[in-house]
């Protein structure tokens, strides 16, 4: 990659994917798929080989194919090629390659991003860690749903289009979000009053989430690892003098 024609391969691999992603694209258009559906799946199977060739030669070239192979990079790899193989067998799979459009995070790699891969990482740090208070948010939030729902459906019934406790919880999970699609809607007085305190409720939640990946975020920029990140996975923790990743075993 460091060299002009690995440079121009990436750059090309880049394109492909574009071109591959926008038949995929395409071929879901009726109209278009009636006049153009035999060039479009003829140019996908085309681009399908040439990304299976690609992924072979990665697997036999790079120091360590099972790093490589079990990296995300590597899985999205994969996965780029499955559906088209699997469309053979199951009709309507091909659409699942649209998949392929994450490789286009080796944008990063190939024109020298890896500050950014470094921040995809921060990223990725600071959500782990809000894992366990993440959980129990979203476990109060299900709980929430859960009795408001079944208490609209003992207010409302089912003139109101509240014909069951899951269709209630349906209704106030659309609620407690502030989506509203109005699908079902309370009648009676009582209902809209308490619809009217779970919309509340739910604009006062919104911000809790946010608050703590925020915060996490920022006590990841603190802690951090601000050595050098692979542009290929984004590992990092490197000892100074490493020239290749521990992780996927590309050059550094």
């Known amino acids: 990659m460091r060299t002009p024609a690995g440079r121009a391969f990436d750059v090309a691999l880049l394109v492909a994917i574009l071109l591959s992603v926008t038949c995929v694209l395409l071929e879901s258009v009726p109209e278009i798929n009636e006049a153009y559906g035999l060039p479009l799946r003829i140019a996908e199977w085309c681009f399908t080989v040439i990304f299976t060739v690609e992924y072979v030669l990665r697997l036999w070239t790079v120091a360590h194919a099972r790093s490589y192979a079990l990296s995300f990079l590597g899985i999205i790899d994969l996965l780029a090629i499955l559906p088209t193989y699997l469309s053979a067998f199951f009709s309507g799979t091909q659409s699942l390659a649209v998949v392929r459009g994450i490789r ?87 209902g809209r009053l308490l619809s009217g305190i779970l919309m509340i409720l739910g604009y006062s939640m919104i911000v809790v989430p946010t608050g703590i990946v925020s915060a996490e975020m920022a006590r990841a920029d603190i802690s951090i690892d601000r050595g050098r990140a692979c542009a290929s996975c984004g590992a990092t923790g490197h000892a100074l003098d490493a020239r290749y990743c521990r992780v996927c075993g590309d050059e550094l």
């Open 104 to 190: 286009l995070l080796r944008v990063f790699r190939v024109f020298k991003l890896v500050r950014f891969v470094r921040e995809g990482s921060q990223l990725a740090t600071a959500l782990y860690a809000s894992r366990r208070k993440i959980t129990v948010f979203v476990s109060g939030v299900v709980c929430i749903a859960v009795v408001f729902g079944t208490v609209m459906y003992l207010v409302e019934g089912d003139q109101s289009g509240f014909t069951s406790i899951p269709t209630s919880i349906y209704w106030a999970i659309v609620t407690l979000t502030t989506v509203g699609y109005g699908d079902v809607a309370p009648n009676t007085a009582l």
